[in-house]
């Protein structure tokens, strides 16, 4: 159930309105990063949840993010206000209209025209929001790391949003919800360390003898760091030693019938390629007398004519 409080949990102050930047507070609105995001993998989360603790921790922090997409979209609102009204009352004349909301690389086109200025469900590129953005996997110690990244993720977009204005009121709004997404990941880290043991993820252990191991496939400017070498890891540099390391062959195979078996011995011979002809090609029938025999001195190591 559900209880609605009209009154922001943080106050908006807007001191000019802005179409441009509303278009771009829509990232944190109807981003793959955005409060709408959030708070959809951390409710379905809870639903989920067995542990009466992250249970309870997870509706509190799904409900705040409900909140948070109320502020940002009020900041969208805000901002739009002015040209909200011009394009509703057609104040303005088509070329003149038509250059304020395009004009000074302001990119709100969509969102003016398709929206009318409202908070719409799109990121700032104006993509619809889908529900493709929540990666819940319904596993607590593997969802709590998501749920960090996420908050992460957030933070760092909250304060390339703070970069690009100067309007204080919009600047401490954000400052306000980029600090809450700090105080989430602490939330969650504390959740996932209070899980004992929590690492690897799930119930299954890996492979022993190749959980220390470290493929070094990638040649050239190596750097040794506690990533790849102390008494935790065994590094592995010598490309023979990184193929079939399972003590096989190297080679796929699998078991067939003998009836499919017969099937793609019949399909190997008739797709076979003849690897001693040199068949004409329409490349070869297009090209001029000279450019073949070029060709053809080039394939005997002769001088070309």
């Given at each position: 159930m559900f209880s609605h409080n009209k009154r922001l949990q943080y106050t908006v102050r807007v001191s000019e309105t802005n179409p441009g930047l509303a278009n771009l507070m829509l990232e944190q609105f109807g981003g793959p990063q955005g409060e709408l995001a959030a708070a959809c993998r951390y409710f379905t989360q809870a639903v989920g949840e067995d542990d009466p603790g992250r249970k309870d921790m997870l509706f509190d922090i799904a409900t705040e993010e409900l909140s948070h997409l109320e502020v940002i979209g009020t900041i969208v609102a805000m901002l739009n206000k002015g040209a909200k009204g011009r394009l509703a009352e057609g104040v303005d004349a088509?070329?003149?209209?038509?250059?304020?909301?395009?004009g000074a690389g302001n990119d709100s086109h969509v969102t003016q025209v398709l929206y009318g200025g409202g908070p719409a469900l799109v990121n700032s590129a104006g993509v619809p929001w889908t529900a493709a953005y929540i990666d819940t996997i319904g596993e607590p110690t593997a969802d709590l790391r998501s749920n960090i990244a996420a908050e992460a993720r957030a933070k760092i977009v909250y304060e390339r949003l703070i970069n690009l204005t100067d309007d204080p009121g919009v600047k401490e709004a954000l400052?306000?919800?980029?600090?809450?997404?700090?105080?989430?990941q602490k939330s969650f880290e504390k959740a996932l360390y209070a899980i004992q043991p929590n690492f690897p993820p799930g119930k299954l252990p890996g492979m022993p003898e190749f959980t220390k191991v470290y493929f070094d496939m990638s040649k050239g400017g190596e750097v040794r760091g506690p990533w790849n070498q102390g008494e935790k890891w065994d590094f592995v540099s010598k490309p023979?030693?990184?193929?079939a390391v399972d003590g096989g062959s190297g080679e796929p195979s699998?078991?067939?019938?003998?009836?499919?078996?017969?099937?793609?011995?019949a399909m190997a011979t008739r797709t076979a390629s003849d690897p001693t002809g040199n068949p004409p090609t329409g490349a070869e029938l297009g090209m001029s007398d000279d450019a073949i025999l070029d060709e053809l001195a080039t394939e005997l190591g002769k001088p070309k004519v």
């Open positions: 088509e070329a003149e209209a038509f250059r304020s909301i395009t400052g306000f919800l980029m600090t809450r997404e700090i105080a989430h023979e030693e990184q193929m699998v078991q067939l019938t003998a009836e499919d078996q017969a099937a793609v011995e």
